[in-house]
């Protein structure tokens, strides 16, 4: 199993990026994907997730409207599209997948239930 993330950079505030998640080994129809940030000194968090089966998705609410995922099943990638960006989303963007095929009650935030992560990618947003 692995997931690899990429697409992070350096932007200016109001910016945009397009992250990517490429998975491999496991089967993307029985699973969510996840995303999570960690800025530092902080504890990581949810972003925003997809059904691989149907494409549901979740946001919390600081990514409604700003950010969008997204996912090509065909290649097992899932993108998030940032826009918007605003320094205090400056944070390492982790992807993770978690059994499963709903995004509903708040599983997005359920990161005990998240099976393997990669390793992330860094968004530094300057003001």
């Known amino acids: 199993v692995q997931l690899v993330e990429s697409g992070g950079g350096l932007v200016q505030a109001g910016g945009s990026l397009r992250l990517s998640c490429t998975t491999s080994g496991f089967s993307f129809d029985d699973y969510t994907i996840g995303w999570y940030r960690q800025a530092p000194g902080k504890e990581r968090e949810a972003v925003s997730c997809?059904?691989?089966?149907?494409?549901?998705?979740s946001y919390e609410d600081f990514a409604q409207g700003r950010f969008t995922i997204s996912a090509d099943k065909a290649k097992k990638i899932v993108y998030l599209q940032l826009t918007g960006l605003k320094p205090e989303d400056t944070a390492v963007y982790f992807c993770?997948?978690?059994?499963?095929?709903?995004?509903?009650?708040?599983?997005?935030?359920?990161?005990?239930?998240?099976?393997?992560w990669g390793q992330g990618t860094q968004v530094t947003v300057s003001s």
């Open positions: 993770g997948n978690r059994a499963g095929r709903s995004v509903r009650h708040g599983t997005c935030r359920w990161i005990a239930a998240y099976e393997r």
């Open positions: 997809i059904v691989g089966r149907d494409g549901s998705t």
